[in-house]
């Protein structure tokens, strides 16, 4: 309720104090509406915080320098991909952000890599920061299940999905026999996004195809346009789809092409019995569009395959609805969305955070500025926001006058009156 509702609702109620109290002295009544004045300012004071403009503490994740990847390089570089409802984060150390790295949880204070000599998964591709990322850790969710892509250790150079769960890790890859065909078909198999459910959506790479996928309860299903594969191994060129996002009615979006191989209509659209189903895009974005995030409101986040656009739209009750996150010369680049709305992305080289219906400079809202290194341009992303409206990216942080490191964050909201102390108590 905003400050004006509640005035309201004080008045309503003293007026309908005034008719109960009628015959009562005068004297008494002024004293009354004077009380309810003070009331008034008194509510509204207590309120101020909750209607202010969003406040964040940043916190340094930090690297493992002292741990190194098969090339003898220090892992002094990380980043933050997804953060949960738990504030745990994944992300990826590396070397630098042009190299390899390893898929790392950062829980407690902590630092978990998966990948190394004891582990099952070796090196990944390092994370892309599009907000979109398709090689390394992908997703964690709030019971602490981790989902990903690696590559594996073959001449090839495949990619594998896998979920990592407190049992262990489950592998998951459609490995395609036909009849009377002597080798596989390989793929490979990207990861896009999971819910609580354990339920992982993304796509498989076939014969040059590309096709949503849904893995749940331990069986992988195409959920994608059909295609089949002779009995020499051979696919035909079919249309592609791709699964980008589930919540946790098991609502999955993405992109399909509801055109023809030579003239295509790259469409959002959601799965629904095992196919794609249209929802178009906003004319904006003429045929070229996909849905990127999908939350428990059933809000389904549309965005441009082509970054020429500065809008980016909501679908929801089959209507597109415009979301003015960026100026008229800036291109808009969204990476997530909670299930209040709430979005985070880029306009043009700028992070925004888009809460509560209003665009707020991501770097305006810091209020520990002093730990940060600012070298002229903005080297640092906003990649993920949960329900608590935590966030974790990446942040460039001070180590001298003149020297900084590259990190994941997490960013904490913080309420005016609280110190940055207090903050980081709450906040491990």
Known sequence: MSRIGLARVVVVLYRVLMVLLTGVSRNFLVASGRMMVVIIIFVVILQKDAFADPKYYIIDLGAL??????????????????????????????????TLGYGAVFRNGQIALLGGSSDVVHEMPKAWYSGNNENGLVAINDHGTVTGTFAENNEYGYRRAFLLNDTGYTFFSPWILPLNYAQRVYSSTYVMDMNNSDSVVGYTEICGNETAYRYAGGEMRFIGFPFDIDQYGHCPKTLNSKAYGINDKNLIVGWANFGTSTLAKLHA??????????????????????????NDKGQILIAPFTLKEKNVYIYENNTFSQ??????????NVSAMNNKGDIVGRCGNISVLYIDNKKYKFIDTVVNQDILYFPGWNDFSVLSINDKRELTGYMLFKTGPSSAVTHAFKAVPVNPSTTAAQTLLLSQ
Do not use: R, W
């Not at 090339?71 to 745990?88: A, D, P, Q, R």
């Not at 979301?323 to 808009?332: N, P, R, S, T, V």
């Open 269 to 294: 659209c959601t799965f629904e019995n095992d196919m794609p189903n249209d929802i178009g895009c906003p004319e904006e974005y003429g045929d070229l569009c996909f849905a990127s995030a999908v």
């Open 65 to 98: 320098p002292e741990q190194q990847d098969s090339h003898n390089n220090n892992l002094v570089y990380s980043v933050g991909i997804k953060i949960n409802n738990n504030s745990e984060v994944i992300g990826v150390c590396a070397a630098g952000s042009q």
């Open 323 to 332: 979301i003015a996150m960026c100026g008229d010369k800036e291109l808009a």
